[in-house]
């Protein structure tokens, strides 16, 4: 299986603030690289597939970028609706996986 | 809109099967791959299998001897069982629909439509 591994684990920042998760695969992914948000007691939802396509609805202050293992989702400008956990998932190979999550949290 | 819908028991017994129905409207499940994705409470997400419309499926192989999805296109539902249950397997369990994006290289699968999920406990 490829193991997914985020950095941070959790991350304290404000409104307005620039905030970027890393995802690090264990082996190459080439870019099928999602990420989704997750708010407490509700499903996941897609942000970025394909490592850097933007979901249609989904604001532009979100952004992915990366290819290979190393990838990065940026938010340039947080606004109090995108305090959330948020995971990355690989769809290189089955099983697909997921990160452990990145819980953002005011400051 | 697409909408996804779990239904099943919210409360299995160790060592019997959990069965799970996804229905789906404001669209049809042709030509899609559909999922099921599992979370433990307070935990992270896993991956349990996905079935396209046509019938062929994928299971996560730490499942794969208990697992299997069915799909019947004429109701519009896909369906999820999973045997010999512990109390490893409470979680929210939901069902997403998995558009496959093709690049030069391949398909990569994401989940772009999720149900509300529905909480599975196993006890006795």
């Known amino acids: 299986d490829i193991q997914m591994t985020q950095s941070p684990s959790s991350l304290s920042a404000s409104v307005g603030d620039r905030v970027t998760i890393t995802c690090r695969a264990s082996?190459?992914?080439?870019?099928?690289l999602n990420w989704y948000q997750q708010k407490p007691g509700k499903a996941p939802k897609l942000l970025i597939y394909?490592?850097?396509s933007l979901q249609s609805g989904v604001p532009s202050r979100f952004s992915g970028s990366g290819s290979g293992t190393d990838f990065t989702l940026t938010i340039s400008s947080l606004q109090p609706e995108d305090f959330a956990t948020y995971y990355c998932?690989?769809?290189?190979?089955?099983?697909?996986?997921f990160g452990q999550g990145t819980k953002l949290e005011i400051k | 809109q697409v909408q996804l819908q779990e239904s099943g028991p919210g409360l299995v017994k160790p060592s019997e099967t959990l069965s799970l129905t996804c229905t789906l409207s404001?669209?049809?499940?042709?030509?899609?791959?559909w999922s099921w994705i599992r979370q433990p409470p307070g935990k992270g997400l896993e991956w349990i299998a996905h079935?396209?419309?046509?019938?062929?499926?994928n299971y996560n192989p730490s499942l794969k001897s208990r697992v299997s999805m069915s799909v019947d296109t004429s109701k519009n539902q896909f369906s999820l069982k999973l045997s010999s249950v512990t109390a490893a397997d409470t979680a929210v369990y939901y069902c997403?629909?998995?558009?496959?994006?093709?690049?030069?290289?391949?398909?990569?699968?994401?989940?772009?439509?999720w149900g509300q999920g529905t909480l599975v406990s196993v006890s006795s």
């Open positions: 998932q690989q769809s290189y190979s089955t099983p697909y996986t």
């Open positions: 082996q190459t992914t080439s870019g099928y």
């Open positions: 404001g669209g049809s499940i042709s030509s899609y791959y």
């Open positions: 997403a629909r998995t558009p496959a994006y093709y690049d030069t290289t391949g398909y990569n699968y994401y989940f772009d439509s």
């Open positions: 079935i396209y419309y046509s019938g062929s499926t």
């Open positions: 394909a490592a850097s």
